[in-house]
């Protein structure tokens, strides 16, 4: 605990013997082992105080957790009941997309590739290159 070898022991001992005397000594080691047991067993009652504490943090954590998985459910099905039903039988077409303007700028590597050989083939027709 201390790292206190027996030859250190000793030594306190010695000088607890000088400096109290032999009809003190029995008397301060009672005190001093009632003193830690008082200390181990404030200890013990703070270790369980913690743990009881802890305890009912985790049954809250349980208990918020639950309830906040039993809501999200509600609302996803809430929500999926509301997509799941046609809003009505005449239902306009989806937008198409626009179609890539020969100028405008790729997105992906592979768009710049396939631009890059296009754009090198209408070169060789019209006998200019269009790389530098």
């Given at each position: ?36 047991r008082e200390?181990?067993k404030a ?44 809003a009505s ?44």
């Amino acid at each position: 605990m201390f790292n206190i070898g027996l030859p250190e022991l000793l030594i306190i001992v010695a000088v607890a013997l000088i400096v109290f005397g032999p009809n003190k000594l029995p008397e301060l080691a009672r005190a001093f082992g009632r003193a830690m047991r008082e200390f181990k067993k404030a200890t013990e009652e703070v270790k369980q105080s913690f743990e009881a504490e802890t305890r009912d943090l985790e049954e809250f954590k349980t208990q918020i957790t639950e309830e906040h998985i039993t809501n999200l459910i509600e609302e996803t099905s809430a929500s999926t009941e509301a997509i799941s039903e046609p809003a009505s039988s005449t239902e306009a077409p989806a937008p198409e997309q626009p179609s890539p303007v020969g100028d405008s700028i790729p997105l992906f590597a592979a768009d710049t590739a396939e631009t890059a050989k296009r754009e090198d083939e209408e070169g060789k027709k019209e006998g200019t290159s269009t790389r530098g």
